[in-house]
């Protein structure tokens, strides 16, 4: 779990919601181009709903925040918020960690690993058995 200050939270409120009524005009000043270098080199995208994280001082969007902190699942590539499971050095959804054959769900410890990964042990042993 992660729990971003709230403070930090409510500043970038505070400036999102300003910037939504009145966007920044093109000149330097240091915290547009706080936003713009941190996030837009990232994934090129505003961020959705005026909220973002941050990380190390840095402004992310939901999903780059949790690529820092490598907690993005590795079966969907999104943000991991409650139970996980972590196996073969990834992290996935418990609902997302599933054999790569049949597709059914599997639980740590109850696989078998073959070119990085996983398999039931039926489809394990039919397809390297
Ligand atoms: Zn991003
Ligand atoms: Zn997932
Ligand atoms: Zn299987």
């Given at each position: 779990m992660?729990?971003?200050?709230?403070?930090?939270l409510?500043?970038?409120?505070f400036?999102?919601?300003?910037?939504?009524?009145?966007?920044?005009?093109?000149?330097?000043?240091v915290?547009?181009d706080?936003?713009?270098?941190?996030?837009?080199?990232?994934?090129?995208q505003?961020?959705?709903?005026g909220?973002?994280?941050?990380?190390?001082g840095?402004?992310?969007?939901?999903?780059?925040?949790?690529?820092k902190?490598?907690?993005?699942?590795?079966g969907?590539?999104k943000?991991?918020?409650?139970?996980?499971?972590t196996?073969?050095l990834?992290?996935?959804?418990?609902e997302?960690?599933?054999?790569?054959f049949?597709?059914?769900?599997?639980?740590?410890g109850?696989?078998?690993e073959?070119?990085?990964?996983?398999?039931?042990h039926?489809c394990?042993?039919k397809?390297?058995?």
């Amino acid at each position: 779990m992660f729990s971003p200050s709230t403070a930090t939270l409510v500043f970038f409120y505070f400036f999102a919601d300003l910037f939504a009524l009145f966007p920044p005009p093109p000149v330097t000043n240091v915290f547009s181009d706080f936003l713009s270098s941190a996030n837009w080199n990232d994934c090129q995208q505003p961020f959705a709903g005026g909220s973002f994280f941050d990380h190390e001082g840095l402004p992310y969007c939901e999903t780059h925040y949790h690529q820092k902190r490598g907690s993005l699942c590795a079966g969907c590539h999104k943000p991991i918020g409650g139970r996980c499971i972590t196996a073969m050095l990834k992290k996935f959804h418990p609902e997302h960690f599933v054999c790569a054959f049949c597709l059914k769900q599997l639980n740590k410890g109850t696989f078998k690993e073959q070119n990085e990964k996983p398999y039931c042990h039926q489809c394990f042993d039919k397809l390297f058995g």
